[in-house]
């Protein structure tokens, strides 16, 4: 996996790589699927607490566990957020194109309207 060494999730990848050297990581996929969901459940805590220091904490270790999901798969976190980015744009644009051509303002839209367009952009993907 190539990636640029002043990205944070090369960061994060680099020091699992050197905790896995010391056999200090998850054994399996499974194992860090279940840290992903704990951390998730830590965040939505820290969220219904309304506390920002801790939902910041929190969100932090998620995105490390799941730069860890990268690692063990060979995939780039950080490719997969950029077309999951390209991915949005597309299906944003074509939302607005599709108000537009049945000449309503998007902003304008309920919020049942605006989820319509959304799946209607996302069977076109």
């Not at 309304?50 to 690692?71: Q, T």
């Amino acid at each position: 996996m190539k990636m640029h060494k002043n990205n944070l999730f090369y960061k994060a990848i680099e020091l699992q790589d050197e905790a896995a050297r010391q056999n200090f990581e998850w054994k399996s996929l499974n194992d860090i699927l279940k840290k992903c969901r704990e951390e998730l459940e830590e965040l939505e805590e820290s969220i219904a607490l309304g506390d920002l220091e801790s939902i910041e904490e929190e969100l932090g270790d998620l995105l490390f566990v799941l730069a860890n999901i990268g690692r063990n798969t060979k995939i780039d976190p950080n490719m997969a957020l950029e077309n999951s980015i390209n991915k949005f744009i597309n299906r944003y644009k074509g939302m607005i194109e599709s108000s537009n051509v049945q000449n309503k303002v998007f902003s304008k839209l309920s919020s049942e309207e605006m989820l319509t367009l959304w799946k209607a952009q996302k069977n076109k993907s």
